[in-house]
């Protein structure tokens, strides 16, 4: 970054979501009591998987892999978010920017994987149970979390490597309440249309492919049940559907924040509020309420208590 007639750029400023103080405090409030429920919700998923031995499945330690990215998530902006909201100190340094974006993009895309992974269980548990065990061995299940994570970080060190070389001479404002490319290739001094595609091809392009091969798998697992038995399609419908809802709820926001040639900073803020506060505290409380396996595993830990 030490380049000829180019000033270091050495902090970023977040304009953050509201400028009036009295809708700060209230964001504060807001944020801090879901932030408090997210971390109990999906600590709560993590815990009851590991320690209650009836959950000791592929489906489950998928879902367990799924709250700890979910909370890892929310943890990389919001603490950062209230914290800002509190004292009004809304920087970050440049370091720390570049490290956000990084891990944003490993947990991002290992959740992808992994939700395909869980696409692929439920396929194997709806179309084929008699081989369940045999295909979703427990090496399977070491393989298919591994790769998810393997894949999170390729997929991010590919998009850093495509910024790294971008020079900041001046602007430093981000309108945002946390880092994310769209915004930081904007503020480099460079011309940054190319920089700009590449995010789109390589973010975008993969969660709309991937959103789309994970509607068409379930859509694929429906038509199968249907025509092995029409009886079975509601019981599929009602397993899937959680599923389907947590898929929605991920990739909705970041195929709009990466596709939509028209971003508008609004409608940008109030996903990535839904992305970081909303989601994380629903995917435990679809899957905790709506799950008979889950309620007699929250019943037996209440009552060894």
Not at 65 to 73: A, E, V
Not at 160 to 172: I, R, S
Not at 260 to 273: G, M, R
Not at 275 to 296: E, G, H, Q, S
């Amino acid at each position: 970054m030490n380049i000829t007639n180019y000033s270091v750029v050495s902090e970023f400023v977040f304009l953050g979501l509201s400028t009036s103080r009295p809708m700060q405090h209230f964001l504060l409030s807001c944020s801090t009591i879901l932030y408090i429920s997210i971390v109990l919700g999906n600590l709560l998923v993590v815990f009851i998987v590991i320690f209650d031995l009836h959950l000791h499945s592929p489906m489950y330690l998928l879902l367990a892999n799924l709250s700890f990215i979910d909370l890892c998530l929310s943890t990389l902006t919001v603490p950062k978010m209230i914290s800002d909201l509190y004292s009004g100190q809304n920087t970050i340094s440049f370091q720390g920017c570049v490290f956000q974006i990084f891990m944003l993009h490993v947990l991002g895309g290992s959740e992808m994987v992994l939700l395909t992974a869980m696409a692929f269980d439920r396929y194997v548990a709806i179309c084929k149970p008699l081989h369940y065990l045999t295909i979703m061995s427990p090496w399977m299940c070491i393989w298919l979390l591994v790769g998810a994570w393997i894949i999170g970080v390729i997929h991010s060190v590919v998009q850093l490597a495509f910024v790294v070389h971008l020079h900041f001479c001046g602007p430093n404002e981000i309108d945002s309440f946390y880092c994310d490319l769209p915004w930081f290739i904007k503020l480099s001094c460079t011309d940054t249309f190319k920089m700009e595609f590449v995010v789109t091809a390589n973010s975008g392009f993969i969660s709309m492919g991937t959103f789309f091969l994970l509607i068409f798998s379930y859509i694929f697992i429906l038509v199968t049940v249907w025509k092995h038995s029409s009886n079975d399609l509601s019981k599929a419908l009602s397993t899937l559907s959680a599923h389907v809802t947590v898929v929605v709820l991920f990739f909705g926001p970041s195929i709009f924040i990466y596709v939509w040639p028209f971003p508008t900073v609004p409608v940008d803020k109030f996903l990535a509020v839904s992305d970081f506060l909303v989601t994380p505290i629903l995917n435990p409380a679809i899957y905790t309420l709506r799950n008979k396996d889950m309620k007699m595993a929250m019943r037996r830990l209440s009552s060894q208590l």
